[in-house]
């Protein structure tokens, strides 16, 4: 069974930034991408970015390119989502997901979710 933990949600003012974090203890090896999802009430659930953790390859939304930053540390089985000028409209549930298999920013086998962090923007 695959755990994912994030982690570093809160609130922020609009233009900061905020730091999140997904741990995936002794699975990290076996998922060929992990990735950030997030969800705002009344909406689906976006993916924002994903890493191709072998590769690593990084693919982003483009709501959210050019100001965050996904990226890995493999040596402690986790992910991170560094997030910068954030925007009112970057509110939302995010999700750390974890897949056996990956197409560019799609996670479309064996999707292992976390519990979500919340984010808010003000």
């Known amino acids: 069974h695959v755990q994912l933990v994030e982690s570093g949600g809160g609130s922020v003012e609009a233009g900061g930034s905020l730091r999140l974090s997904c741990a995936a203890p002794g699975h990290y090896s076996t998922r060929a991408c992990m990735g950030w999802f997030r969800q705002a009430p009344g909406k689906e659930r976006e993916a924002i970015a994903t890493i191709h953790t072998s590769i690593p390859d990084t693919y982003y939304a483009d709501s959210v390119k050019d100001r965050f930053t996904i990226s890995q540390n493999k040596a402690i089985n986790a992910i991170y989502l560094q997030m910068n000028s954030l925007k009112l409209e970057d509110s939302a549930m995010y999700y750390c997901?974890?897949?056996?298999?990956?197409?560019?920013?799609?996670?479309?086998?064996?999707?292992?979710w976390g519990q979500g962090t919340q984010v808010t923007v003000s």
């Open positions: 997901a974890s897949a056996a298999r990956c197409r560019d920013i799609e996670l479309v086998e064996g999707i292992r």
